[in-house]
């Protein structure tokens, strides 16, 4: 009963007073373990149960977990105010695989740190009837004071699995608690130990175990994971972690350009890792879209490699979706390209960036019903990040050109008040106001599109349009020269 009192355990009500003391700020995990345990060698699993009995006396939004931090006394006198809404939940178990806290007291290790749950990630994703949320929607929350089941319902997810690495010299132990996000209560915690050279098996473990706890109808045997390790060159694996930042979403020409570097280096050192030559491809389709480059300095750099990729007949998703969306961006002969995505999603139904990849290719090839349901499902996976985003803008495109256009429009304006002006959402939008015979709208958003493309060229943007549907390239074609858009 409320105002009754409850007995307390020394260690948890130890956790509670330090929270208490420190309530102006988040609290990392290794302080807590020092702090409480005094020094003593115990595992992480013990914070965690002493957190979870808190969370059960005090409510489960009483204290707050920071992924990749520690926690917070979340207390107060007023009730938070409730979230937006995410997607409802799904039908099939749902998951958001936190970052990991780095207790490693190393931080040049950030990297490998991020780098494990982006893999782990990545492997739930290949599960069928598993729901996984892209890394790039679960590390948005990386840092901030969150309540887990405000976050459930964000990202629209039943679980969510957090956990802390440690290292000393080359022994890794990395903790994994897996937590219903609605009541913060802990279904399954469990500790693995191995070297840095035993990372892909730790991962495969920690995969397999956790699809086992959420749904034991989910059996490995079902999982079409891909085997096959990336490298077994560590130093290359090592190079291509730091470079994926700036082949994912690099925030400038020269970040790119160092991702690429990073990228090469780890080529160098392992010739058959095609897994990195798959992340050079994607760096450079990053940079073109964000006009940093021209189509033609993309040809030259990977058009050859993003070919060599296809003829490779690559087991591993990643490569054959970005090898494929290259491919297809640069040629006007797509069918090897088609069957690599298509092959890809087969493998890898639940990877946004293999389904965001499956959207554009049937996009370019006139697919637009297929465009718009793999876009959709990568929408899903990735609610908040810019994959998500980037699917989104592409979706808006595919149901323009498939006659939707109200509801293209509706989804462009979206893009167009979310990310602001770039030349991605606006003359797509532009398009489609004319289609639907918005002139004026369309003529209001020419000066921003000039703004965001000085440079801008109609000959040229259309000649770059990847796209097999003739028409749809003629209708813009002449919608750019009505608008007295630049030759």
């Known amino acids: 009963m409320a105002g009754e009192p409850v007995p307390l355990g020394a260690r948890a009500f130890d956790v509670l007073a330090h929270l208490n003391a420190h309530a102006d700020r988040v609290v990392g995990k290794a302080e807590l373990l020092e702090e409480v345990w005094g020094g003593l060698a115990v595992e992480e699993g013990n914070l965690t149960v002493q957190i979870s009995t808190l969370r059960k006396v005090l409510g489960p939004r009483a204290i707050a977990t920071v992924p990749g931090v520690g926690y917070k006394l979340a207390i107060a006198p007023a009730a938070p105010e409730r979230p937006a809404e995410g997607p409802g939940l799904p039908d099939t178990p749902s998951l958001a695989v936190l970052p990991f806290a780095d207790l490693t007291g190393r931080p040049d290790q950030t990297h490998l740190v991020d780098g494990i749950v982006t893999d782990l990630i990545a492997a739930l994703s290949r599960v069928h009837g598993l729901l996984v949320i892209a890394a790039t929607s679960s590390f948005a929350f990386k840092g901030k004071a ?17 956990g802390a690495i440690q290292q000393s010299g080359d022994r890794l132990r990395i903790t994994v608690q897996l937590v219903e996000a609605e009541s913060a209560c802990t279904l399954w915690s469990e500790r693995f130990t191995g070297s840095t050279g035993e990372l892909f098996e730790l991962q495969d473990t920690i995969a397999e175990l956790v699809c086992g706890v959420i749904e034991p109808a989910l059996m490995v045997a079902e999982a079409l994971r891909a085997a096959a390790k990336p490298t077994e060159n560590l130093a290359a694996h090592d190079l291509c972690l730091r470079a994926l ?15 690429v570097d990073l990228l090469e280096r780890a080529i160098a050192l392992d010739p058959g890792y095609d897994l990195a030559k798959a992340w050079t491809c994607r760096a450079y389709l990053v940079a073109r879209g964000a006009r940093w480059i021209e189509k033609e300095e993309t040809r030259a750099a990977v058009g050859a490699l993003a070919r060599s990729l296809l003829h490779t007949r690559s087991q591993d998703p990643l490569v054959l979706a970005f090898a494929g969306f290259t491919d297809a961006y640069l040629n006007e002969n797509r069918d090897m390209a088609v069957r690599a995505v298509r092959q890809a999603v087969r493998m890898a139904p639940n990877s946004v960036l293999v389904l965001n990849a499956a959207g554009w290719i049937e996009y370019y090839v006139g697919n637009y019903d297929t465009a718009s349901a793999h876009l959709r499902r990568a929408i899903r996976l990735d609610p908040v990040g810019h994959i998500g985003a980037h699917s989104r803008n592409c979706l808006g495109i595919s149901e323009a050109l498939a006659g939707r256009l109200e509801e293209a429009a509706s989804i462009l304006e979206d893009c167009l008040a979310e990310e602001g002006p770039n030349g991605g959402n606006l003359m797509p939008l532009i398009n489609t106001y004319w ?3 918005r002139t004026d709208d369309a003529r209001r958003l020419v000066p921003q599109l000039l703004a965001a493309m000085p440079g801008f060229s109609r000959t040229r943007e259309v000649r770059d349009f990847a796209i097999s549907d003739a028409p749809a390239r ?12 630049p030759e």
């Open 474 to 485: 003629e209708r813009i074609a002449a919608c750019f020269e009505a608008l007295g858009l």
């Open 245 to 259: 930042p700036g082949a994912l979403r690099p925030s400038s020409a020269d970040m790119f350009r160092t991702s």
């Open 435 to 437: 289609d639907l015979g």
């Open 146 to 162: 969150v309540d887990l089941g405000d976050l459930g319902r964000r990202l629209g997810v039943r679980y969510v699995l957090e």
